[in-house]
T-cell receptor, first 114, second 117 residues
């Protein structure tokens, strides 16, 4: 069964600090991995998408890594801001006959405080 | 930036009532999806829709659920007889046809919160 596990479940950091969120997956056959940011009461918004051949991808202060051999990904947030407070969801896509099927992680709830 | 628009933002209904959630996907997108998220839980796939038919559905999407694209712009999710456990946030999403990884990203709407009493 395809699964996506994220850690930590929740995290509190001070504004300006860096943090790293982890994602482990057992999804096959692997197509791509996405990180989404979900503000409370809103829909997920895509941050990065990575395919099998990509190891690192950056989007501003967000840097995602992917190790397809160990089936792990991380999302590093640099110089955190209060607006970074949200749930960060790792989503892994598996190739199916009808296209891509997404498996969502439970998310890491990040809170950035003054 | 193009958006996926969902209405209503919040609906409260009595158990057993029919509910229709509406979505306006991004205009040039061809693949449409419904997901739900029960409070405190992860996002779950319900159904995908392409070329005016369901392409895939999950075990959650039973006979009480149906989807429709009645007029070429709206994409609706109907729950015929709501149950307490249908209370959740329902997200509509869409994507374009391109197979490029960047264009394969789903764009989600803000969600419709359904509360069944």
């Amino acid at each position: 069964k395809n699964q996506v596990e994220q850690s930590p479940q929740s995290l509190i950091i001070l504004e300006g600090k860096n943090c790293t969120l982890q994602c482990n997956y057992t999804v096959s056959p692997f197509s791509n991995l996405r990180w989404y940011k979900q503000d409370t009461g809103r829909g997920p918004v895509s941050l990065t998408i990575m395919t099998f051949s990509e190891n690192t991808k950056s989007n501003g202060r967000y840097t995602a890594t992917l190790d397809a051999d160990t089936k792990q990904s991380s999302l590093h947030i640099t110089a955190s801001q209060l607006s970074d407070s949200a749930s960060y969801i790792c989503v892994v896509s598996a190739l199916t006959g009808g296209g891509n099927k997404l498996t969502f992680g439970t998310g890491t709830q990040l809170k950035v405080e003054l | 930036e193009p958006e996926v628009t969902q209405t209503p933002s919040h609906q409260v209904t009595q158990m057993g009532q029919e509910v229709i959630l509406r979505c306006v996907p991004i205009s040039n997108h061809l693949y449409f999806y419904w997901y739900r998220q029960i409070l405190g839980q992860k996002v779950e796939f319900l159904v995908s829709f392409y070329n005016n038919e369901i392409s895939e559905k999950s075990e959650i999407f039973d006979d009480q659920f149906s989807v429709e694209r009645p007029d070429g712009s709206n994409f609706t999710l109907k729950i015929r007889s709501t149950k307490l456990e249908d209370s959740a946030m329902y997200f509509c999403a869409s994507r374009s046809r391109s197979r490029e990884s960047g264009a394969n990203v789903l764009t989600f709407g803000a969600g419709s919160r359904l509360t069944v009493l």
